[in-house]
């Protein structure tokens, strides 16, 4: 069992920053692929970004290539994603996601990954 814990999420205006973390409670954590989704009031659960189990590969969506950063720390069992240039777009609950794989390729499909955490409030003002 993998328990995920999101945190960093706040109210921050147009153009700012935000660093989220996600600290997992598993040994085995350098084992697991990682992904953040978001999700919009009204709108279906968005893939973000996604982190290959060394760090070596990483993806994005198109709407956050330039300005989202993914990296993970397999020492501290956390993902990060640095956000940079936030827009109000970019409103939504953030979750972080874990699929058990050291596959390079890596999914941007929810139901790929086995591990959720409770999400956490991204606001960011025009």
């Known amino acids: 069992q993998v328990q995920l814990a999101e945190s960093g999420g706040g109210l921050v205006q147009a153009g700012g920053s935000l660093r989220l973390s996600c600290a997992a409670s598993?040994?085995?954590?350098?084992?697991?692929?990682m992904a953040w989704f978001r999700q919009a009031p009204g709108k279906e659960r968005e893939f973000v970004a996604a982190i290959s189990w060394n760090g070596g590969s990483t993806t994005y969506v198109d709407s956050v290539k330039g300005r989202f950063t993914i990296s993970r720390d397999n020492v501290r069992n956390t993902v990060y994603l640095q956000m940079n240039s936030l827009m109000p777009e970019d409103t939504a609950v953030y979750y972080c996601a874990a699929n058990r794989t050291t596959l390079t390729h890596l999914s941007d499909y929810a139901a790929a990954y086995d591990y959720w955490g409770q999400g956490t409030q991204v606001t960011v003002s025009s």
């Open positions: 598993v040994r085995t954590f350098s084992s697991y692929a």
